[in-house]
């Protein structure tokens, strides 16, 4: 088997994790350096397309439907969002790390298609969170793929997000009839509890990765 090159390497803003990008052959991987194991691989985006689909089979007959992609990775969730919705949709995608960007609109872009340069996208770059906060504009699907779920691995500042505040905020921005779609690692009972004291009707899916 070829052996993993790491292409390019940075730094997530704010802190002192470093993010790496690796290939071997056709396949890429993002990984937190001098952690084991792979954040995100370009062979297994199941989970990611899986976020997305939850969200679009209400959305795919909405006129001007507006949805929150929080967190761009590989550009997976973003590419299946713009599969699932109509021409009439606008997708803001949240991403923090500026080269994540940039590798996807390098090399790693064609792995999901180059959601990107979709007419339909709008880059955010940047803080999901601060997008939350400072927008007015509300949304009829947020959906949030940040760091490791709600147990952050990357940022510390990302637990905003999942706390009782920024769920509460979270639901304020949503259109009625609005969905929230979040990636999580693994269950965790103490968040299910934060959505459902926020107003939430919670339901729990496990899919492979």
Request: with cysteine; charged share 25%.
């Amino acid at each position: 088997m070829d052996p993993w090159i790491t292409i390019e390497s940075t730094t997530i803003p704010g802190s002192d994790v470093e993010l790496t990008l690796s290939q071997r052959n056709d396949e890429f991987a993002i990984r937190i350096s001098g952690v084991p194991g792979d954040l995100m691989n370009s062979r297994m985006h199941h989970s990611e397309d899986a976020l997305a689909e939850f969200a679009c089979n209400r959305l795919s007959t909405v006129d001007n439907a507006q949805i929150l992609v929080g967190g761009l990775g590989m550009g997976f969730t973003l590419a299946a969002v713009l599969k699932g919705v109509g021409s009439s949709a606008k997708v803001v995608v949240a991403e923090l790390v500026p080269a994540v960007v940039e590798w996807n609109r390098g090399l790693l872009g064609r792995c999901a298609g180059r959601p990107l340069e979709d007419d339909r996208t709008r880059l955010h770059l940047g803080d999901a969170a601060d997008l939350l906060k400072q927008q007015s504009e509300q949304f009829d699907a947020i959906l949030l793929d940040v760091d490791n779920g709600p147990e952050p691995m990357t940022h510390s500042d990302n637990e905003w997000l999942y706390s009782l505040a920024g769920l509460k905020r979270i639901y304020k921005k949503l259109r009625p009839e609005g969905i929230v779609v979040i990636w999580s690692a693994k269950a965790n009972e103490a968040f299910t509890k934060r959505l459902k004291k926020t107003g939430f009707n919670v339901q729990l899916r496990t899919v492979r990765a």
